[in-house]
Structures are given as C-alpha cells and as structure tokens.
C-alpha cells in the first residue's frame, strides 16, 4: 500500500451526539478507506505511487484525481473535529484573524455556515488563507483548496454521507452542530501557524 488510511484522532463514540459512532464506521470506515483504497489500485507500480500526495492532487485529473483528494479531504476533516470543540475560538491568533477578516465571530459562523449549505449537490466547505486573508469557499464533490493554489485551515464534509444517518436531510443543523461543538480550533490555529512560517 502505498497510501495509507490515517487512524482517526479521536475514538469512533467520542463525536456523539453530534457525529454518532455508525455514521463514523460508515464515513471513515467505508468511504474513506473506499478512497485511500481506489487511489493505491490506481498508482500501483507507476510513478505516482511514490509521490507526496499534495503532490499528486497538484498534478492528477480524472479519478486519479478524485480519489487522491478525496483521501486528503477527509484525512484533513478528521482533524478538524475534537470531542468539546466548536464556539468562538480562544483568544489568538485565529481569533484575531477572524475578527479582521469577517467583523466578528457571530459574522464568521454564519458566513461559513451558509456557504457550507449552499454548497449545490456533493462538496465541501472550507475556511481558507488567501493571499493572507481569511476566507470562507465551497469545492464541489472531491475538489480542494490545493488545487486552487490556497491554503485550507478547517472544512465540513457536506456530502450526504457525512449527515444522512444522523440528521437525514437536514444539512444545515449538521453544519451548525460541528461548528457550535466539534470544530479544532487547536488544529486551525496550527495550519494557521504552518501558513505563516510557508
Ligand atoms: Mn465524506
């Protein structure tokens, strides 16, 4: 295997009642091993198999493509979550940063809760570094910040899967849950720091 399936950061019940334990064993269990699994079979004795895998996604297309980024996506997800997250972030650099670049954290939530369930169909929502600014974007199905030359600092999966069995269709309250209690500021304010240092 040349790709692997990172453990997740945090226990499969640890998430609950806000991302249960079955929606994980389907999420990372299925769907992200089915990723990390398809990626391996597709660069299986080529060049690509050796490659950094930011480096393939600024390289691939096509279903190469598609699963190699959705391997990143969902490793980088996971860590954007942690059991006693969400709310404002602490005093910081991420709070300053917010507080800059959207007016408040009342402002910054909704902005990126709304584009998160704006996002049309299968994507993802992202909280990016842009020319040293803050901003809030969606990607479609497996597209992501590294294609477009940014940095992401936090996302939400909005794919069906990420949401159907613990809130069916109801999106916008899977959103508001992760970024009200699961959201790491911890893990933004490092990709924050990361970003500074380039
Ligand atoms: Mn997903």
């Known amino acids: 295997?040349?790709?692997e399936l990172p453990p997740l950061p945090f226990a499969k019940d640890a998430l609950a009642p806000f991302m249960s334990a079955e929606t994980l064993e389907y999420h990372y269990g299925k769907h992200h091993a089915?990723?990390?699994?398809?990626?391996?079979?597709?660069?299986?004795?080529?060049?690509?198999a050796g490659k950094r895998l930011e480096d393939l996604i600024r390289a691939a297309?096509?279903?190469?493509?598609?699963?190699?980024?959705?391997?990143?996506?969902?490793?980088?997800?996971?860590?954007?979550?942690?059991?006693?997250?969400?709310?404002?972030?602490?005093?910081?650099?991420?709070?300053?940063?917010?507080?800059?670049?959207?007016?408040?954290?009342?402002?910054?939530?909704s902005d990126f809760a709304k584009t998160c369930a704006g996002q049309f169909g299968s994507g993802w929502g992202w909280v990016?570094?842009?020319?040293?600014?803050?901003?809030?974007?969606s990607t479609a199905n497996a597209?992501?910040?590294?294609?477009?030359?940014?940095?992401?600092?936090?996302?939400?999966?909005?794919?069906?899967?990420?949401?159907y069995i613990d809130y069916r269709n109801a999106r916008p309250k899977f959103i508001e849950a992760?970024?009200?209690?699961?959201?790491n500021w911890e893990f933004v304010a490092a990709n924050l720091r990361d970003a500074a240092l380039g």
């Not at 089915?34 to 690509?48: I, P, Q, S, W």
């Not at 709310?87 to 917010?98: K, S």
């Not at 990016?128 to 974007?137: E, N």
């Open 1 to 3: 295997m040349s790709f």
């Open 34 to 48: 089915g990723y990390v699994r398809k990626l391996n079979a597709a660069v299986e004795g080529t060049d690509d």
């Open 61 to 109: 297309d096509g279903g190469l493509l598609n699963n190699a980024a959705q391997a990143w996506n969902h490793s980088f997800f996971w860590r954007c979550l942690t059991p006693g997250g969400g709310g404002a972030p602490p005093a910081g650099d991420v709070a300053d940063a917010i507080n800059r670049d959207f007016g408040s954290y009342e402002q910054f939530k």
């Open 128 to 137: 990016v570094l842009d020319g040293g600014r803050l901003r809030v974007m």
């Open 143 to 163: 597209d992501t910040p590294l294609r477009h030359g940014l940095t992401a600092l936090a996302t939400v999966d909005v794919w069906e899967h990420a949401y």
């Open 178 to 183: 992760i970024i009200d209690n699961l959201l």
